[in-house]
């Protein structure tokens, strides 16, 4: 199923054993087997008692990160648009990388895990939250994410 | 994923008065086009003319909005009513970032410019137009393309007044830097150079909400660039949740 989708999708986990997949959350009607057909809006999806968080890959591969409380997740996809210049230019719009993180420390350090969209590769790596070098992203908008720092 | 439904970027083909935004892209041929004659009004693209490399570094003055191959206005020229002007900084209402309300910021965004949209490394002071060329660019070798962005979206407050500095050949600043939060243009122009250089918002936008965030760029020539024919993509990078 996440093979045939082609991309990779989130997947959390609760204290309560609750685990609620990103295809539950969509909007839109995908074609898998459950859809609840509500918002697939990370700022919307419960982040108390979140304990754990995985990046199905469509590769086969997964990556899982854990906490021992909610609110020290974050997910978020890098990419852009281009706009072309010069006669005949190419313009588009991407996703590079699918990325899940953990908040280790109240510095903002933090473990990732990235799905490369062009690579088509899970890599791993540390950074910080509010300065993160992955692809220049900066900071990242803490209410967004509903980090508790 | 959430991602925006539309995000583009919007020319002013209208005037500084009275804007008239037309999208320039990622939608096929609509591109953003430069050349040293003020007459370049819907030219297809193979007949776009070619520019002499100048004897000393010199602004291309003449800037184009193409919505298809061979349609497109120069910007601020009433919407091709008179020849495309000349840049000039004091016309501040010249391009913007556009997005709707249907996708989430994670951050705050990226303007940047790329030798192709295999958004390669680039090399300073290579000669080529993003590399630079130091006798011409300065610095460690900027970018012969030059942005400038405004310090807030277009709810907070539209600009009502031009970058205090016009752009000139040898601005820039190794990494990224930031117009100061409000209604303030940097006050120097920046090198677009990839991931060396770009400019980032000093805000992440609201979160489903429509927006715009409105910016400048100029484009310079000289005598360390390599004649080639060039066409980078400029570049919004963006997370989103």
């Known amino acids: 199923m996440i093979r045939a989708s082609g991309r990779s999708w989130w997947e959390a986990r609760y204290s309560t054993g609750k685990v609620l997949s990103e295809w539950n959350t969509m909007t839109t009607k995908v074609l898998l087997p459950s859809n609840n057909g509500k918002s697939s809006r990370w700022e919307d999806v419960p982040k108390d008692g979140m304990v754990g968080l995985r990046l199905l890959c469509p590769n086969g591969m997964a990556g899982e990160l854990e906490a021992p409380e909610g609110h020290k997740f974050f997910q978020l996809k890098a990419g852009g648009l281009d706009v072309g210049f010069g006669p005949g230019a190419k313009t588009t719009r991407y996703c590079d990388a699918h990325i899940i993180g953990v908040v280790v420390n109240s510095e903002g350090d933090c473990l990732c895990r990235a799905w490369e969209t062009k690579e088509k590769r899970l890599i791993e790596f540390y950074d910080n939250i509010f300065s993160m070098k992955y692809r220049n992203i900066g900071r990242l908008s803490l209410d967004v994410q509903q980090l508790k720092i | 994923m959430a991602d925006f439904t539309t995000l583009i970027m919007d020319a002013n083909h209208g005037t500084q008065a009275a804007p008239v935004w037309v999208e320039v892209g990622p939608t096929a041929n609509k591109e953003v086009r430069w050349s040293d004659l003020a007459t370049q009004k819907d030219i297809a693209s193979a007949a776009w003319p070619a520019m002499i490399r100048p004897a000393a570094t010199a602004i291309v003055s003449y800037t184009y909005a193409y919505t298809a191959n061979a349609v497109g206005n120069g910007f601020i020229s009433n919407a091709g009513v008179i020849n495309c002007p000349a840049y000039a900084q004091t016309n501040y209402m010249w391009a913007r970032w556009n997005w709707d309300n249907t996708g989430t910021f994670a951050s705050a965004p990226i303007f940047t410019a790329y030798p192709s949209g295999a958004h390669g490394a680039i090399v300073r002071d290579d000669g080529s137009l993003l590399g630079g060329k130091i006798a011409d660019t300065g610095g460690a070798g900027y970018s012969y393309l030059k942005g400038n ?93």
């Open chain 2, 149 to 241: 962005a405004f310090g807030r979206v277009v709810s907070a407050g539209a600009p009502a007044a031009a970058p205090a500095a016009a752009p000139v050949v040898g601005d820039g600043t190794a990494g990224s830097v930031s117009p100061a939060a409000g209604a303030n243009w940097l006050a120097n122009f920046q090198s677009l150079q990839g991931d060396n250089d770009w400019i980032t918002a000093p805000f992440t936008p609201a979160a489903t909400t429509a927006d715009q965030w409105n910016l400048h760029f100029a484009l310079f020539t000289g005598p360390g660039m390599t004649p080639a024919t060039w066409t980078p993509v400029m570049a919004l990078r963006y997370t989103w949740t």
